[in-house]
Each structure stands twice: as structure tokens, then as C-alpha cells.
């Protein structure tokens, strides 16, 4: 079975560009979540999807924002970069209804100059 | 969400047996234990995950004591390869809104 796919895998974009990255969750999967990893806060969870529907979501600004499509791909979309948005982007999906393990996507490294 | 607490860092040679703490005062009665492992430019992977007293898997023990309030990753015979980043995480990852909470992880250097 395939894993999570992340694409792309490294992005250079400039302040005030905006980014979208792209989630495939492993076959089945419903749900999908991103994070953001940096050196100094760690990993810190953005939003989950399931079934097209955000169910909670972390402490971030509105620029960040995602959707996911009725096949459980999902896009984050990051506006007017910050350079502080230079991170590791993760997305990670699992099934729902008991199965608590999530599987991690490799992850896109976003560079803002 | 309960707060967690372990080591920043570990050292261990290979071939030991390598037991990573974690403390979680404030678990809730819900709430699973669960460890992932992260290695460098890479996302995390689910390492193992339990409720109560010992779970073993063809990676890991995880030893739960009776009132929940710490755990211990157990590696038995650590390989250089074992050198990573190690998540203790715990939470209701039941069937609701899911959210993973990371702490700052404890960092396993096997030295040869």
C-alpha cells in the first residue's frame, strides 16, 4: 500500500507570495491532518479534515487555511508569506472510528525569502 | 490535551538496552500513550502505543505502571539506526476531533 505523498517536496517562495502544498493520504484514509515543524517550536499541529469538513484546528493565524476533496486529498494554503513560515510541512492521515495510528508524509520544506 | 515531560537527550552505546520516561501527571482516564520516532527531514512514525500495564511489538516494549502517570519506551539492543528524535504523546485518539500534541522529544544518539 502507498504512503502519504507530499508534493512538493522542497519550495523557495519570497514574503508576501502565497503557497499551496499538496496531501495524498494513504488509500482509505479519511482523515488528514497538517503540521508545521520548525527548530525552535517543534511540531505544532495546523488542522484535520475529514470527509471534506475541518474538525479542529490549531493555534495559527487565517492565513493559514486548507480544504480536502471528496477523494481525501487535501491542500494547505499559506497567504501573504511571513519569513517566519519557513518550515517543515507535514501531513499525516489515518482512518477514523478507533484506528489511532496516523501515517506521516515526508513533508514539504517551504523557504520564505 | 495532557502535558508530557522526558529527557531533551539520551546517550547510548550499541547493543544497549535504551528505557526513555515520560511523565503525564494529568492523563485523563481516556487517554492513550502512545510514541513516535522522527528521524531527521523525515515525519514521524508511530512506534508503539498502549493503555495500561505492557505492550509489545517487534520494535518496542512500552511499561505502563498501575496509576498511568509516567510510561517507559523500552529499545532493546539499540542500533546506530535508532538514533532519533523519540515523541511521547498522550490523548483521547478515539473516534472524535483528533489533534496530535508534540513535546520537544528526546533525542537518542548510539554511539559505536
Known amino acids: 500500500k502507498a504512503g502519504v505523498t507530499q508534493t512538493p517536496r522542497y519550495l523557495i517562495k519570497t514574503r508576501g507570495q502565497q503557497v499551496t502544498l499538496s496531501c495524498s493520504p494513504i488509500?482509505?484514509?479519511?482523515?488528514v491532518s497538517w503540521y508545521q515543524q520548525t527548530p525552535g517550536q517543534g511540531l505544532q499541529f495546523l488542522f484535520e479534515y475529514f470527509s471534506e469538513t475541518q474538525r479542529n484546528k490549531g493555534n495559527f493565524p487565517g492565513r493559514f487555511s486548507g480544504r480536502q476533496f471528496s477523494n481525501s486529498r487535501s491542500e494547505m494554503n499559506v497567504s501573504t508569506l511571513e519569513l517566519g513560515d519557513s518550515a517543515l510541512y507535514l501531513c499525516?492521515?489515518?482512518?477514523?472510528?478507533?484506528?489511532?495510528?496516523?501515517?506521516f508524509g515526508p513533508g514539504t520544506r517551504l523557504t520564505v525569502l | 490535551l495532557a502535558k508530557t515531560t522526558q529527557p531533551i537527550s539520551m546517550d547510548s552505546y550499541e547493543g544497549q538496552e535504551v528505557n526513555i520516561t515520560c511523565s503525564h501527571n494529568?492523563?485523563?482516564?481516556?487517554?492513550?500513550i502512545t510514541w513516535y520516532q522522527q528521524f531527521p527531514s523525515q515525519g514521524p512514525r508511530f512506534i508503539i502505543q498502549g493503555y495500561k500495564t505492557k505492550v509489545t511489538n517487534e520494535v518496542a516494549s512500552l511499561f505502563i505502571p498501575a496509576d498511568r502517570k509516567s510510561s517507559t519506551l523500552s529499545l532493546p539492543r539499540v542500533s546506530l539506526s535508532d538514533t532519533a528524535v523519540y515523541y511521547c504523546?498522550?490523548?483521547?485518539f478515539g473516534a472524535g476531533s483528533y489533534q496530535l500534541t508534540f513535546g520537544k522529544g528526546t533525542k537518542l544518539s548510539v554511539i559505536p
Open positions: 504523546l498522550v490523548g483521547d
Open positions: 488509500s482509505g484514509h479519511r482523515s
Open positions: 494529568n492523563i485523563a482516564t481516556n487517554d492513550y
Open positions: 499525516a492521515s489515518r482512518t477514523r472510528g478507533g484506528d489511532n495510528e496516523q501515517f
